[in-house]
């Protein structure tokens, strides 16, 4: 990480570049306010350095070097320590606009502010112990949060419910951690056998709360990065109906002629509050046409890295081996069989599909009639969601880093059960311990690497 001077101004724009009808050039840091009274100017001739904290002044922004008007502005003066970095903070809302907005962050960088990096803001709230570092990360999903579901999801992550949860892991290793230490100090204690005991039944209950965590990792990616659906089946099944039933338009060309899809459709859609990237594919079969050919291996590949295949048959034809190779290539992939066309004279039967299909459901529907899809939605919900209700009373990890830093902490309480069963020394459980409380706060922030730091906050936009 980048040595960063705490005392020194920061600056950027904070609002979306373009017109619109408000603007906001934002700084941080001490003498931030001294370096706006240089370029506004009030209407009452008050300067902005004694306005009470949280005010708003009416005035005008002026170049200091040549008297020239810029802009009619609000200037809001926010005062240490109840703002959002925890430092002086002015923010001045202009006309929108990039010219405009433009031009009085170049006035406040010609008088003392320097640029602020991707994310300072919020980096120097971190920095300076106002939020943890799941409450920084949330900041960055509340702002691409796709649906209300992710949204809450960001809001509780932002209110420190997973920061708290953590934390209370991390105290009962520390407890751990100190028990040990001092068996380790007073030997003449000879409680051996008793305090192995309340380790070992500790350390279970450790290693049940993270792999509940865990168990959540997979819900929290798909609140916020959504789920990569793909539809596969032959040509002609209703793929491209189903895609413009979802997306309530004629996105993708429906004919009776098979092989009209030769590409990939995508789009992005609100299922019920589940972001999903839904993928309309070419039909799969055996072609000699050459560009359709390389729409089937592009339909294959997708398949492989999708989330979940909705695999379509046309339930007016009987089941056929083109049917029956999908069938096979999807068998270890979470899928739903959709048998589709039912409002047709049915020609296939569910316990058909059966030696197909562990996992799999089995949803008879007619995409035409629109029949069978809400029981379609209900079960893509139940199949990654579970229940609506219970999500919000869960604790879900928020992206890939918490994910990968807790299963290596599981890792570690694995190797400390497994030290205590086989009775090896009070110094090798400890050492585990430390691991585990070290990748413990790294989730937090509280034992985080500063590249790492710095890395998180490189995926924010300029002046948050």
Known sequence: MQNIVLDDVIAA????????????????????????DKVFQSKSGKKLAEKSSHTVTYGIVVNPSNGEFVDEVLAVVMKAPNTYTKEDIVEINCHGGILVVRAILELLLQNGARLAEPGE???RGFLN?????????????????????GRKSAMKQLEGHLAKKVRALR???????????????YPEHDVEEETRAVMLQKSE???????????SADKGKIIQEGLQTVIVGKPNVGKSSLLNYFLQEERAIVTDIPGTTRDTVEEYINLDGIPIKLIDTAGIRDTSDVVEKMGVEKSKEYAQ????????????????????EILDMIQ?????????????????????????????????????????????????KELFLGDENTLVGEEILGNTRHKTVLFHAKE?????????????????????????????????????????????????????
Request: overall charge negative; some cysteine.
């Open 171 to 185: 105290q009962e290793v520390l407890d751990m951690i100190a028990g040990i230490e001092a068996a380790i100090d």
């Open 129 to 149: 112990g106002r939020i943890d570092l799941t409450q920084a990360e949330a900041v960055i999903d509340l702002i691409h949060s796709k649906t209300e579901l």
């Open 121 to 123: 803001f919020t980096k």
């Open 13 to 36: 724009i904070s609002t979306p570049v373009g017109a619109g009808g408000i603007g906001i050039v934002r700084m941080s840091g001490t003498g931030c306010i001294a370096i706006a």
């Open 205 to 215: 209950y450790l290693l049940k709360q993270i792999n509940s965590l865990l168990r």
């Open 332 to 380: 270890q992939k979470r899928s739903i069989i959709l048998l589709n066309k039912v409002d047709l004279d049915t020609k296939i039967k569910q316990q058909e599909l059966l030696p197909y299909t562990e996992n799999g459901t089995i949803i008879s529907l007619s995409v035409k009639e629109e029949k069978g899809m809400e029981e379609l939605v209900k079960k893509i």
């Open 305 to 324: 890295n999708a989330d979940l295949i909705l695999m379509m048959i046309d339930a007016s034809r009987p089941l056929d081996a083109e049917d029956k």
């Open 412 to 464: 570690a309480m694995e190797r400390v059960i497994a030290t205590i069963e086989s009775g090896m020394p009070e110094d090798f459980i400890s050492m585990d311990l430390q691991e585990a409380n070290q990748l413990l706060g790294e989730i937090t922030g509280d034992s985080v690497d500063e590249e790492i730091i710095d890395r998180i906050f490189t995926k924010f936009c300029l002046g948050k």
